[in-house]
């Protein structure tokens, strides 16, 4: 089992910034797209930002402008900035690793970190 190790939630007023961080252990197996989704009490997981080991980003609506992603390979760890927040930005944000040991793969999610924007 690979433990994602997630960081960085909090309480911050509206206007604020945040920075969340996600780190899958080094072993054996490439870590492919990672992504970061939220989910706000009574609505469904939606995507906030994913990112490829090339560097290819893909961001929500809702955050596009606002958010940044980003990651370091060498240290396995995806970082996601987050600025102007709004209440609605409220929720549990998750980190995702797709991990690919051969030619077996495998999504593995971190435990969620809570982001509460409110004055």
């Known amino acids: 089992q690979v433990q994602l190790v997630e960081s960085g939630g909090g309480l911050v007023q509206p206007g604020g910034s945040l920075r969340l961080s996600c780190t899958v252990p080094?072993?054996?197996?490439?870590?492919?797209?990672m992504g970061w989704y939220r989910q706000a009490p009574g609505n469904q997981r939606e995507l906030v930002a994913s990112?490829?080991?090339?560097?290819?980003?893909n961001y929500g609506d809702s955050v596009q402008g606002r958010f940044t992603i980003w990651r370091v390979n060498a240290k396995n760890t995806m970082y996601l900035l987050m600025n102007t927040l709004k209440p609605e930005d409220t929720a549990v944000y998750y980190c995702?690793?797709?991990?690919?040991?051969?030619?077996?793969?495998?999504?593995?999610w971190g435990q969620g970190t809570q982001v509460t924007v409110s004055s």
């Open positions: 990112i490829t080991n090339g560097g290819s980003t």
């Open positions: 080094r072993d054996k197996y490439t870590v492919n797209t």
């Open positions: 995702k690793a797709d991990l690919q040991w051969g030619k077996k793969q495998a999504v593995y």
